[in-house]
């Protein structure tokens, strides 16, 4: 089964960047689309950003200009480019991957971002 594992986050400084990572174990043949969400203590898991099979791209408003969501078929990788980071992005950040009838969900990589 493929299994999304993240990597990248981090303690960083208000208006510093971070780039996260998502490796799929396996082929990225069978995978749909993949998505970034996260979660903040006390509130629900939303979506940051997705990126379709095809390439198309969509976020979140709070997302929109400061974050860039790529993927590298080759390395089995989708990645979170975050900029301009303000303490209220500071939360669990977690990939997914969506095939046909399921979704698998990595493990999760706390970001903190510090004022």
């Known amino acids: 089964q493929v299994q999304p594992v993240e990597s990248g986050g981090g303690l960083v400084q208000a208006g510093g960047s971070l780039r996260l990572s998502c490796v799929v174990s396996?082929?990225?043949?069978?995978?749909?689309?993949m998505g970034w969400y996260r979660q903040a203590p006390g509130k629900q898991r939303e979506l940051v950003a997705h990126i379709t099979r095809g390439g198309h791209t969509n976020y979140a408003d709070s997302a929109k200009g400061r974050f860039t969501i790529s993927r590298d078929n080759a390395k089995n990788t989708v990645y979170l480019q975050m900029s301009s980071l303000k303490p209220g992005d500071t939360a669990v950040y977690y990939c997914n991957a969506e095939f046909q009838y399921s979704v698998t969900w990595g493990q999760g990589t706390q970001v903190t971002v510090s004022s």
């Open positions: 396996g082929s990225m043949f069978s995978i749909n689309g």
